[in-house]
């Protein structure tokens, strides 16, 4: 990361910077990749697997746009990740590598960044996707975690939003609506009462907004199965109609198959109107798929033999025009938004 091993300009001469010591305390032990240097120089060193190329990725999460100023540290850092792990798995890469970039206040919190680095650290093990370098910056404003990471597939193999085609059914892993339920009951937790939530219930929601599951153990057979592939991470319908519009093709969606947890139904059950907000909003980071009719069985076999639950919830048709989705009722929902947009 920058500023390791690089004596401040302004400090006594060799000695080290308070970025350095930063650096040094809470994310040099993570650079166990012998890539890294130790983060104890400007850049790091990658060499995919022979035979394969790299799949690059990069997201940013900013404190109350992408997180809370009250979530606890540890799952902030897993969500930095998850979500680029998220979308190597979509394209059917497996992790090599990130870097990570952050933007802290004066006189952050070291406790928060200690947290946090231990949390960081433990994922980026469980996942297999080292910490490589990045870089540390003062920031006026709120906290930016930027994180790029790396993954490689045999050499055109990347599952891509393109290659959806007329006939393919669409696929979905997991379950939808959960992170935005979750967001709300953030917000008002009085909101999980008026819904009929146990503590359970309302817990699920709010844990799955915090801490998104990358179906990283779904990566072979996105890539070996899938026509077409993204993550859903600003709401499934606008996310479906950004892959139909990078295949040119149209689709139809069937809200009723649509896969919901307990607690998702259990909310649609009180109030039948968020089933809008389960459909549009962001932050799911499940994998959304197009595969071929003769290969769908297969599919999703090898998905749950991966451990991922996969739900056929629509078909791909010819014509690129807009994308119906389909009501409980039989009729085409209408929606104020498809999805969540920064701008």
Not at 135 to 146: A, Q
Not at 258 to 280: D, F, G, N, Y
Not at 313 to 321: K, N, Q, R, T
Not at 335 to 341: A, N
Request: net charge negative.
């Amino acid at each position: 990361m920058s500023g390791a091993g690089q004596p401040d300009p302004g400090s006594p001469s060799g000695s080290a910077s308070g970025e350095d010591r930063l650096i040094a305390r809470h994310f040099a032990p993570l650079a166990k990749h012998p890539g890294a240097l130790g983060l104890a120089d400007d850049a790091a060193l990658l060499t995919p697997p022979k035979g394969h190329e790299l799949v690059l990725k990069a997201d940013a999460i900013v404190e109350r746009m992408h997180y809370l100023p009250d979530d606890p540290p540890a799952t902030v850092a897993r969500k930095a990740l998850r979500i680029n792990l998220s979308d190597l798995a979509a394209k059917g890469a497996a992790p090599l590598g990130f870097l990570l970039s952050l933007a802290l206040p004066k006189g952050f919190s070291d406790d928060w960044l200690a947290a946090f680095s231990q949390a960081l650290g433990e994922d980026a093990e469980a996942y297999r996707c080292p910490l490589l370098g990045g870089d540390t910056v003062g920031s006026p404003g709120p906290v930016m975690v930027s994180i790029a990471a790396f993954g490689s597939v045999p050499a055109g193999t990347m599952a891509k939003r393109s290659g959806a085609k007329p006939g393919d059914r669409i696929v979905v892993t997991g379950t939808i609506g959960d992170a935005a339920l979750g967001l709300l009951v953030r917000q008002d937790v009085s909101i999980a009462e008026r819904w009929g939530l146990d503590a359970a219930l309302r817990d699920h929601l709010v844990e799955r907004y915090r801490v998104p599951q990358p179906r990283t153990a779904a990566a072979d057979a996105v890539r070996t199965h899938a026509t077409g592939s993204m993550d859903v991470s600003d709401g499934l319908v606008g996310d479906l109609a950004k892959l139909c519009a990078a295949s040119g093709v149209g689709a139809t969606l069937d809200a009723v198959s649509v896969p919901l947890s307990p607690a998702a139904a259990r909310v649609i059950a009180a109030e039948p109107e968020k089933l809008a907000t389960v459909l549009t909003g962001g932050d799911d980071f499940e994998i959304l798929t197009t595969v071929a009719p003769q290969n769908l069985a297969d599919y999703l076999a090898a998905a749950a033999a991966a451990g991922v639950t996969a739900t056929e919830i629509g078909e791909i048709l010819p014509d690129p025009a807009p994308l119906a989705v389909i009501g409980p009722d039989g009729g085409r929902m209408r929606f104020p938004r498809e999805s969540f947009s920064h701008f």
